[in-house]
T-cell receptor, first 117, second 114 residues
Framework: GAGVSQSPRYKVAKRGQDVALRCDPISGHVSLFWYQQALGQGPEFLTYFQNEAQLDKSGLPSDRFFAERPEGSVSTLKIQRTQQEDSAVYLC???????????????FGPGTRLTVT | AQSVSQHNHHVILSEAASLELGCNYSYGGTVNLFWYVQYPGQHLQLLLK??????LVKGIKGFEAEFIKSKFSFNLRKPSVQWSDTAEYFCAVNARAGGFKTIFGAGTRLFVKA
């Protein structure tokens, strides 16, 4: 596709509900990142995939957060039993290459704004 | 732990004024440095990047940044801003030995008055 797409763009969930956020990276991009961006803050790293392998999940804030990329393209970020502090914009980014010394230009999607009521 | 500090949260300039946005990071090893920009209603996009070599890096739309290793800084500059530069600017750092994380600063909102 032309760019990284994310769906839904907006999601309202009641506290305790499970949500699933989808990311379609640019076709052929090997690397995929998820970030959480709270209001007035910069993006905060959640997890990194190289193809289907989740190489770093150190930024996931709790075991309620789970991400997968089973076929090395589309990725889903799942949040179980949502809490109010999960309200944020969730950004997905993809990069063409592997994580070679970290020098990857990341192409960001529009984000999913999650509001937990 | 790595961190990135952007000194100004909000900057207001008139057109043709010069711009300098400060960025400092805390990490003692080798780093890759980035500036990303988010124009109103658009996605985050890369403005410029530094991996190695000449510490003065030129990016799109007349922006440049200078890496000063001794000061742990990567300030963004533009000699003459335009109304269309109104956006939010994020400095970001990746420590090459620090895994897969890119650490972003909190952002600076720039408003350019026409």
């Amino acid at each position: 596709g032309a760019g990284v797409s994310q769906s839904p763009r907006y999601k309202v969930a009641k506290r305790g509900q499970d949500v699933a956020l989808r990311c379609d990276p640019i076709s052929g991009h090997v690397s995929l990142f998820w970030y959480q961006q709270a209001l007035g803050q910069g993006p905060e790293f959640l997890t990194y995939f190289q193809n289907e392998a989740q190489l770093d999940k150190s930024g996931l804030p709790s075991d309620r957060f789970f991400a997968e990329r089973p076929e090395g393209s589309v990725s889903t970020l799942k949040i179980q039993r949502t809490q109010q502090e999960d309200s944020a914009v969730y950004l997905c980014a993809s990069s063409l290459g592997n994580w070679d010394r970290g020098g990857l230009e990341q192409y960001f999607g529009p984000g999913t704004r999650l509001t937990v009521t | 732990a790595q961190s990135v500090s952007q000194h100004n949260h909000h900057v207001i300039l008139s057109e043709a004024a010069s711009l300098e946005l400060g960025c400092n990071y805390s990490y003692g090893g080798t780093v890759n440095l980035f500036w990303y920009v988010q124009y109103p209603g658009q996605h985050l996009q890369l403005l410029l990047k530094y991996f190695s070599g000449d510490p003065l890096v030129k990016g799109i739309k007349g922006f440049e940044a200078e890496f000063i290793k001794s000061k742990f800084s990567f300030n963004l500059r533009k000699p003459s801003v335009q109304w269309s530069d109104t956006a939010e600017y994020f400095c970001a750092v990746n420590a090459r030995a620090g895994g897969f994380k890119t650490i972003f600063g909190a952002g600076t909102r720039l408003f350019v008055k026409a």
